[in-house]
Nanobody, 115 residues
Framework: VQLQASGGGSVQPGGSLRLSCVAS????????MGWYRQFPGSGRRELVA????????NYGDSVKGRFTISRDNVKNTADLQMNSLRREDTAVYFC?????????WGQGTQVTVSS
């Protein structure tokens, strides 16, 4: 499985950004796709949002009501619409693809929220 992420960049507080991820290669019908983030100086990745193929979602508490994940099962994409961005959303965002115990990560894309 290969994941190609795009989007990200710099935005002022209160602004919006959209991240996109495309999965390719040997794909699984029941995989969960989504996004995690890693804060500066931290080695841990935090859940942002994930979505199952059937549309079930799970969001991190700090992004609920501000971020929305969407998925296209035909195109094998998972997009993350981020609104009302805050300085504390600054992080490297990673696309994820999970099937059973197999976890795949994209290359990471930087999101910086700063005035």
């Amino acid at each position: 499985v290969q994941l190609q992420a795009s989007g990200g960049g710099s935005v002022q507080p209160g602004g919006s950004l959209r991240l996109s991820c495309v999965a390719s290669g040997r794909l699984y019908s029941d995989a969960v796709m989504g996004w995690y983030r890693q804060f500066p100086g931290s080695g841990r990745r935090e859940l942002v949002a994930v979505m199952s193929r059937s549309g079930n979602t799970n969001y991190g508490d700090s992004v609920k009501g501000r971020f929305t994940i969407s998925r296209d099962n035909v195109k094998n994409t998972a997009d993350l619409q981020m609104n009302s961005l805050r300085r504390e959303d600054t992080a490297v965002y990673f696309c994820s693809y999970v099937f059973s115990e197999e976890v795949y990560w994209g290359q990471g894309t930087q999101v910086t929220v700063s005035s």
